[in-house]
């Protein structure tokens, strides 16, 4: 699998005027089959992370930054305006 790169499809943009920081930004929601790819976070001494189920995130899901939630609701065929 080395250099393999998933190819990226994407779904959908993402704009959020609800904050300050999602008025001045436009995202591009993109799904990519990581499927037995070796991920592995960069910045360690911030952050951690790893794959878990939609039910997993569901559980943290008014927990999430404002598009990440947007993201998940969409990619789970939930109710997009619950944001």
């Known amino acids: 699998m080395a ?5 990226f499809a994407p779904v959908g943009l993402l704009n959020d005027d609800s904050n300050a920081v999602g008025a001045v930004h436009l995202g591009v929601v993109c799904v990519a089959d990581a499927t037995g790819r070796p991920i ?30 947007l993201a998940f609701d969409f990619l789970e065929g939930g109710s997009v305006g619950d944001a």
């Open 3 to 7: 250099g393999f790169t998933p190819s």
């Open 40 to 69: 592995a976070i960069r910045e360690t001494d911030k952050l951690e992370g790893a794959f878990v189920a939609a039910s997993t995130v569901a559980a943290v899901r008014d927990d999430l930054e404002t598009w990440s939630r």
